[in-house]
């Protein structure tokens, strides 16, 4: 055991002795019996300073016998062995690989001369500049968290209290944050004055939190490297090893870009689609198929092999296959790229995809971010231009409101689900059309079929009321837009339309060519030969007059182009990042500090890990969870807003740190009881939307944890059955009109509020090229401003009125309400009646009356 750990315990003097005869050269060696019977019994290992060991300087066993001497000290202690310099070499902990000098072991001092060297050391402790800093206390100065002259100011407090410590009567009284007198003097005699430094340093570093100290420079070290991601290309070996050539599709929608993208996929038989949802993957599946053209689909929570040897593969954005070698990939809408959510997904596929050519389809603005990380990698880079086939146009006037001109082939935008059955009803009940209807929140599945159905020209669906989830890869045979509304609630408050959004959305009116639907005989040209079909003329308009020239404004400006991708660590950084913390340390805590570590070049940014950070702190005490598996459920698609659904996915990683089953039957907190009714409200139906993500989230967790969640097969039946009560929701849900009533209100202040910026001149308008919201430049208008005065009158008769009946107002109005008008803050001005003006509140009055 002595041999093994190099290093000799407390044993008797026979022991002691004839052990040192057996040990290597390498290691300590002991004094000759006479010497040894005049020391303590104190472990000899604390008597010879600490040192586990040291390397041998000379080979001759005689001046190594006599390398010690025994010395007496003052006082009650037995004394100490002293080294010589010229036998040995010290390599003990205290070395100079931490940036320290070596120092010699020292006689015990007087009281005096300890207080004079104690006050010496803390003088010339700390550095007077980072540059002269060494050890662990450089890394601290040197980090981008530290403020020099705080920390000074923090030694100079810590040096008065150790200076006050020396009169305790208690010599062996000490802190860990502030060293006693006996601690100082055991220092100074194991290392002299820069020992008595070292120790200082150790101690005030644990005083302000850091508690690795021997290690912490190179922790500190070891976490800028994990969290460095300026050259994510690099993360991609494999990958680099090919020389691929990009072709980049650029164009405005319906021009074809995507379609000759798929084209030369279909011609190589050997290749990847990558799409932005689950529903344009499995559109592509199921197209390919239906041509005959074998192909599978992978989706994060399903997975569909219709032929094991197929050669093409149709999946979302996050599944893309970066291991086996492909002929050609399609990444869809490349605009993503840029999105602060998602977009690092897209540079992983860009980067990272084995394909030999590498197609791209998306807006115009993308060419300049793909042109620069193409020449990041020193790939070629093709770049393929389109025009829409078919023009654009914006009708030169509004619906007005009236919903009887809503015609067979309309497209009605809003962006609210309650919006959208309200919309649906009015529609049905005026017209006498049936309506589809298509948002976000619905499952792609029920998506697709209600897509279809206002597709077929057979349908008796012949209207579309829809989100703004049509405006990305739907193919809708859509003659006209309709925008009900530019604004929506983005979660904290009434925000405009970014532009980009409303091109995107507007470009879907007049598809050149839709699958499935029934165009009419086709025209033969004099060769016999079907002539190409006409391009259709695409219309846009609104149903209100004050949201048109918001829209023809949009249509006309240009969008900024795309500066940066985005980028996330990988698993493997993050893991080695943890690392560096103990054991006991939240998860979330870990990513927090991660994020303020990450360092990125010019090219990319970092996405936004809010949300990431507030999952990982679902699962910070389950800590039988390895960090792979946490990253695992980190990125699952969790429904964070749903304490539910945050419940199942807390127990589900339960049942993967404890071994435990998770089959979906035994998730109590799955809400399976929501199957039983008929949905013929809003709630019924967002509950089931909500089973709907669980279920699919469970589906994900399966197939990355087989062996924990089976059978796999009742979940996928249960999703179904969710999906069929979906449906019957969407014909049986109704929107009360007090209901609709009160959407108009927030829109009245809305509309007020946009006015109250605008300045009083006829003639000015908003110049759109900076903005990412929408313009309402015309209400500056007089005769709309008077309009939106009148509808402002009526809500606040109204809301007073629901103040009266001892009804709640709309929440979102009261902010509204308070904020001060820019045009009469200009007249109190102007009037020297001061800059300080605010409006009155009525609903804070009503609400003190009715309270009292």
Known sequence: MALRQRAIPSLCLFCSFNTSRLLSRNVQRFPPLGAVRALSTTPALQRLGGHTKVSKAKSDDRRNRDSFKFVERNGDSPGYIERRSSGYTSSGPNNASQGYRIGTPQKRPTDAQLEYLTAEAIRTGFPKSTAEATGALAGVLRSKNSNFKDLEMKWQYFGDEIMASFKSTDLSASRPDVPGRRQIEISYMKGGLPNMITMLHMNFLTREGYREKPNMLVQQDNMEAAADSRFPHEWYVATRQLQRVWHLHVGPTNSGKTYNALKRLKESGNGIYAGPLRLLAQEIYERFNAEGIPCNLVMGDSIITVDPDAGIESSTMEMVDLNNEVEVCVIDEIQMIGDTDRGWAWTQAVLGVRAKEVHMCGEERTVE??????????????????????????????????????????????????????????????????????????????????????????????????????????????????????????????????????????????????????????????????????????????????????????????????????????????????????????????????????????????????????????????KELSVADRMTFIMSPINSRNERACAVARRMAECVAWAEDGSVLKLYDMDLEALDILPTTTEDLQRLETLHKMLIHYLWISYRFPATFHPRQTAEELKDICERQIEKGLQAVKFTRARQDRVKKIRANYTLEELSQVPNDPSSTIDLSGLDVGTYSHLAQPDEAASIAETHAEVMAATSAEVQRGQEPEPSLEPRLTKPNYRERELQKKSGKGSHFKAPNPIKKAFKKNSK
Request: net charge neutral; aromatic share 6%; with cysteine.
């Open 369 to 622: 971010i793909i042109q620069k990380l193409a020449a990041s990698v020193g790939e070629e880079l093709i770049i393929h231009r389109y025009n829409r086939l078919g023009p654009l146009e914006v009708e030169p006037k509004s619906l007005a409101g009236d919903l009887k001109q809503i015609e067979k082939g309309d497209c009605v935008v809003t962006f609210s689900r309650r919006n959208i059955f309200a919309m649906k009803r009015m529609i049905e009940q005026q017209t006498g059309k049936r309506c589809a209807v298509i948002y976000g929140s619905l499952p792609p599945e029920t998506r697709s079929l209600q897509a279809n159905l206002f597709n077929d020209p057979k349908s008796e669906y012949e209207i579309l009321v829809a989100s703004d989830a049509v405006g990305m890869g739907l193919n809708l045979s859509i003659k006209r837009v309709i925008f009900e509304t530019t604004t929506k609630w983005n979660g904290e408050a009434m925000v405009g339309i970014d532009i980009s959004s409303i091109k995107q959305i507007a470009g879907r009116a007049g598809r050149f060519k839709v699958p499935g639907r029934d165009d009419g005989p086709v025209a033969l040209g004099p060769d016999g030969k079907p002539l190409p079909p006409k391009p259709q003329v695409g219309w846009v308009t609104t149903l209100e007059p004050k949201d048109l020239r918001a829209v023809k404004s949009a249509l006309q400006t240009n969008v900024e182009p795309i500066r940066t991708a985005g980028i996330l660590p990988t698993v493997a950084q993050i893991e080695y990042f943890a690392s560096q913390y103990p054991e006991n340390t939240k998860f979330s805590d870990i990513m927090k500090k991660m994020l303020e570590y990450i360092k990125v070049s010019e090219l990319f940014h970092t996405c936004d890990l809010k949300e990431s950070i507030e999952v990982a702190a679902i699962f910070d005490d389950i």
